[in-house]
C-alpha cells in the first residue's frame, strides 16, 4: 500500500504546496497550528479541492489537475477522525457507526456493527447518544465509523486533543493496535512531539505549508533540519 501527494492550495493569504509519499505505515504530519495539517487531510478526503496536484491511493488517482480528474468525496475510501469526533447527536452509537457503511443488507449492516462494537469494546452502549458517553467512549465510536467501511487510509485529525492524560494514553494504545489488526497507512495530524514519538514510525514535518523535513521521530529528534523543528522538538513535554 502507498499514497502519493502532490498539493498545491491557496486559501485567504496562505499557501500549501506540499509532496509527499508514504507506505503502509503511521505516520505524523507535525507542526504547528496553521502550518496545513488539516487541510493537507481535507484536501486527500475530498473535503477541499487543491488548485493543483495529484492525490494518489494504492495507485488508483482520486485527484489529478493534469487530467482533471476529482472523485467525489463518498466514493474515496478514506476513513477520517475528526478533532471534535463529528458525531451525530441525535444517532445512537449503533446509528453513527453504521453511518460509516453502504452496499450491504440490513443484516449484513448489523453483522458488521456488531463486530465493530466487539472490537472497540462498546458494549452496552449500543442505545446510547453521544451527549451520554465520554470523551474516549466518543472517539472510539468515531474510530469505528471510520473503520467499518475498510477504508484504504486512515485520517486522525489531532485525535487525543480534548482527552485527558490516562484516556489519551489508552487510546494512543487503541490506534497502535489498529494497525496491526487493519494494516492501512494512517496519517495522524499533531504539534505534539511526545505523541509523534510514542506512535509514529515515520514524521513529515510541515512549516507555513511546507514540507521541512522527513525522517523517523528519532532522526528528527537528533537532527532538526531548521530553526523551526529544533524549536517543535524542543517543545516536548517531559512525561
Request: net charge positive.
Amino acid at each position: 500500500m502507498s499514497i502519493g501527494i502532490r498539493l498545491f492550495k491557496e486559501v485567504r493569504g496562505f499557501t500549501l504546496d506540499v509532496q509527499w509519499e508514504i507506505g503502509n505505515e503511521l505516520v505524523s504530519l507535525f507542526g504547528f497550528s496553521g502550518s496545513g495539517k488539516t487541510m493537507t487531510l481535507q484536501l486527500i478526503a475530498g473535503l477541499m479541492r487543491p488548485d493543483a496536484g495529484y492525490i494518489r491511493v494504492n495507485g488508483k488517482q482520486y485527484f489529478d489537475s493534469a487530467s482533471r480528474l476529482d472523485v467525489k468525496t463518498r466514493e474515496r475510501r478514506v476513513g477520517y477522525v475528526f478533532q471534535d469526533y463529528a458525531l451525530f447527536p441525535h444517532m445512537s452509537v449503533s446509528k453513527n457507526i453504521a453511518y460509516g457503511l453502504t452496499g450491504r443488507n440490513a443484516s449484513g449492516r448489523a453483522e458488521r456493527v456488531r463486530e465493530m462494537i466487539d472490537l472497540f469494546q462498546l458494549d452496552g452502549l449500543e442505545k446510547a447518544f453521544p451527549g451520554e458517553i465520554s470523551g474516549g467512549q466518543k472517539q472510539r465510536v468515531a474510530l469505528a465509523r471510520a473503520l467499518i467501511g475498510k477504508p484504504e487510509l486512515l485520517l486522525l485529525d489531532e485525535p487525543f486533543s480534548a482527552l485527558d492524560r490516562p484516556i489519551r494514553v489508552k487510546m494512543q494504545n487503541v490506534i497502535k493496535d489498529i494497525r496491526s489488526e487493519f494494516a492501512i497507512p494512517v496519517l495522524l495530524v499533531t504539534h505534539d512531539f511526545s505523541e509523534v514519538q510514542k506512535m509514529a514510525d515515520r514524521v513529515i514535518v510541515y512549516s507555513d505549508g511546507k514540507v521541512v523535513q522527513v525522517g523517523s521521530p528519532a532522526e528528527i529528534r537528533k537532527n532538526p533540519s531548521c530553526d523551526q523543528v529544533n524549536e517543535l522538538v524542543g517543545s516536548v513535554r517531559t512525561e
